[in-house]
């Protein structure tokens, strides 16, 4: 059952550790430079951490003024912009871009009252320029979506050939923006088994728990595996979404816990399948801005319309990751309980033959009917 160990290559090892430490350097609240795949250089700090000395200095080591980095779709619910960008190509990473750099310069407030919509006030007076993806924009922003903060970054364009020399002068973390875009798919295609232990489940006593990971040490998922599926049959599967707050608190803003709950109950009484729980909280975009979409869907908006405020995509979730363990684990044919057409689609696109959906739909809860009706309206769920 475990995958064949392919070694991850040199190249990739280092990409991929330029990356995570990137990752690790803006959560920090510290600049990086970014070689961008367009061949300009960028100095990038998040805009969640800016404060006045943080864009001082990077004033002063770009000897330039800063300018502020945003999704097309936070721009447009920031008021600061008529329409989404189109992206250079097609490509689902490829967000539109918008930057924003007012002639009388960036202000910690102005990037807050921009980047946040937790945060209000109003910012009519700047003009904003937009840039389709690809570009090193694009890439700062990818960088920080993988770090979990808010979608927007602070950026100075330093001459890409003082780009070396300005990175080593203020210790400053170099990251190539080819790699960025790489970075996530090669980690989700490469994950491998790391360990396998019974844990006995109230509902499903029969039940191991099998642990995955890439080799670069990412993101981890589980595969819930209830009895002993027959691989040469479909197996009856779930992908399910990490929920902290529906699956560990029983919160009752959506239906994650009952779903969760409901398919190791549903899988156990027909004899065997597998849950994968993968770790997508928030549909990907992380416990802290889902609890910022929450915020704004306690104002009157949709889950959907949320997402977009805070500057995400509606669903910023791939199955590659579910698709890579289930072809590991033996299944190439499932029976998949959902009710996300996107679910069905992504895990044949990657490989894995949806013999049948399984709906999976349980009673509203008198606090997530609108939840519910909008991703049937807007989500096109199959409910
Ligand atoms: N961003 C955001 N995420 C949410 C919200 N409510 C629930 N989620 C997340 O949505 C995901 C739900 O995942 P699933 O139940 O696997 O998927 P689904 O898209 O509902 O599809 P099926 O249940 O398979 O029909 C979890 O990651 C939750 O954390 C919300 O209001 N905003
Ligand atoms: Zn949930």
């Not at 943080?54 to 936070?74: H, M, S, Y």
């Not at 895990?347 to 009706?373: E, K, M, S, T």
């Amino acid at each position: 059952m475990s995958l064949a160990a392919e070694p991850i290559s040199p190249l990739m090892r280092t990409a991929s550790r330029s990356v995570q430490r990137a990752v690790s350097e803006l959560r920090r609240g510290d600049l990086v430079m970014l070689q961008g795949g367009d061949g300009r250089a960028l100095l990038v700090r998040a805009a969640e951490m800016t404060d006045a000395p943080a864009l001082a200095l990077v004033r002063q080591i770009a000897g330039g003024e800063p300018a502020l980095v945003l999704t097309d779709k936070r721009a447009i619910a920031a008021g600061i912009l008529a329409q989404a960008v189109e992206p250079a190509h097609a490509d689902p990473m490829g967000a539109g871009t918008v930057v924003v750099a007012p002639a009388q310069g960036l202000t910690p407030d102005l990037v807050r009252v921009l980047a946040d919509p937790t945060r209000p006030g109003s910012a009519q007076a700047v003009q904003p320029a937009v840039r389709p993806f690809p570009s090193a924009e694009g890439e700062a922003l990818l960088l920080v979506k993988l770090a979990r903060l808010l979608p927007a970054v602070i950026v100075a364009e330093v001459a890409a050939d003082r780009a070396d020399e300005v990175a080593g002068r203020n210790d400053l973390l170099t990251v190539r923006g080819a790699d960025v875009q790489a970075y996530q798919a090669a980690g989700e295609s490469t994950l491998r088994q790391v360990v396998e232990a019974s844990v006995p489940l109230a509902d499903a006593e029969n039940t191991r728990l099998i642990a995955f990971r890439a080799p670069d040490g990412g993101v981890e998922h589980l595969a819930i595996l209830i009895g002993t599926p027959d691989p040469a049959q479909p197996v009856l599967t779930r992908l399910h979404s990490e929920c902290f707050t529906g699956d560990l608190l029983g919160s009752l803003r959506c239906d994650c816990g009952a779903q969760l709950r409901g398919a190791i109950r549903e899988i156990a009484a027909q004899g065997s399948g597998v849950v994968l729980y993968l770790a997508q909280e928030g549909r990907n975009i992380g416990l802290m801005n889902k609890l910022r979409a929450y915020r704004l869907q306690d104002a009157g908006v949709d889950t959907v319309d949320a997402n977009l405020m805070v500057g995400f995509e509606a669903d910023e979730r791939t199955y590659l990751p579910a698709a890579t363990m289930l072809k590991a684990l033996g299944f190439n044919a499932v029976r998949l309980m959902t009710n996300n057409p996107d679910k069905l689609a992504q895990l044949a696109r990657w490989g894995v033959q949806v013999v049948d959906r399984v709906p999976h739909i349980f009673p509203a809860n008198g606090h997530n009917i609108a939840y519910l009706r909008t991703k049937a309206e807007k989500a096109g769920h199959l409910l």
